[in-house]
């Protein structure tokens, strides 16, 4: 079982930019792929950036050049730094992390965060 406490969400200006954070506990964090997804008002939610156990890094292209996602494995924690933002960036933001091993698929999900981007 893996719990999952995202933060750092908030309103912010056209430009400006947000760092989230997603603090995983309960098991190995280091062997989980690691992904921010999101859902704005509306619509599905969808794929925004992962980050493998070995650092591979894959972005939706509406977010290629702008954001950063990492992952610092001593603290269990995966980041999102979101740069150049845009009014269209703004959604709820789910931290995901999914690991499979043995035949089995284990998912699970942050509660999510709420980033708004206005004037």
């Known amino acids: 079982q893996v719990q999952l406490v995202e933060s750092g969400g908030g309103l912010v200006q056209p430009g400006g930019s947000l760092r989230l954070s997603c603090a995983a506990s309960?098991?190995?964090?280091?062997?989980?792929?690691m992904g921010w997804h999101r859902q704005a008002p509306g619509k599905q939610r969808e794929l925004v950036a992962t980050?493998?156990?070995?650092?591979?890094?894959d972005y939706a292209d509406s977010v290629k050049g702008r954001f950063i996602i990492s992952r610092d494995n001593a603290k269990d924690t995966v980041y999102l730094q979101m740069n150049s933002l845009k009014p269209e960036d703004t959604a709820v933001y789910y931290c995901?992390?999914?690991?499979?091993?043995?035949?089995?698929?284990?998912?699970?999900w942050g509660q999510g965060t709420q980033v708004t981007v206005s004037r």
């Open positions: 309960g098991n190995i964090f280091s062997m989980y792929t």
């Open positions: 995901k992390a999914d690991r499979t091993t043995g035949g089995r698929i284990y998912i699970y």
């Open positions: 980050i493998t156990s070995n650092g591979g890094t």
